[in-house]
């Protein structure tokens, strides 16, 4: 598992775009599938999209299919979230992930993560 650091987190009102970035270390970060995931306040932290090592495979969870769209710049060892038409329901802390495309999917199996950042949707 590779530390990951992420970024762009903002207050924004509904219908707006955010595009979050994490960014990894390590030399494994191209090998392994990514995962964004979110927990919003007295919440389980849940899967928001995966997508696979080269980026031929992705998933979303149903709500934010869409609106949201995973991508990966593996040269620079950094992941992508972008976020568009933002609900109120989008508003959480996310954090990113990576391992095999079975352990990005479940989410549950990681020991560490980084410390997320905030997403904000108000009007």
């Known amino acids: 598992q590779v530390p990951f650091v992420e970024s762009g987190g903002d207050t924004v009102q509904p219908g707006g775009s955010l595009t979050l970035s994490c960014a990894a270390s390590?030399?494994?970060?191209?090998?392994?599938?990514m995962g964004w995931y979110r927990q919003a306040p007295g919440k389980q932290r849940e899967l928001v999209a995966a997508l696979s090592n080269y980026g031929a495979v992705v998933n979303y969870t149903d709500s934010v299919k869409g609106r949201f769209t995973i991508s990966r710049d593996n040269a620079k060892k950094t992941a992508f979230l972008q976020m568009n038409n933002l609900k109120l329901e989008d508003t959480a802390v996310y954090y990113c992930?990576?391992?095999?495309?079975?352990?990005?999917?479940?989410?549950?199996?990681?020991?560490?993560w980084g410390q997320g950042t905030q997403v904000t949707v108000s009007s």
């Open positions: 390590g030399s494994l970060f191209g090998l392994l599938a």
């Open positions: 992930n990576s391992g095999r495309w079975e352990e990005v999917l479940n989410g549950k199996s990681f020991d560490s």
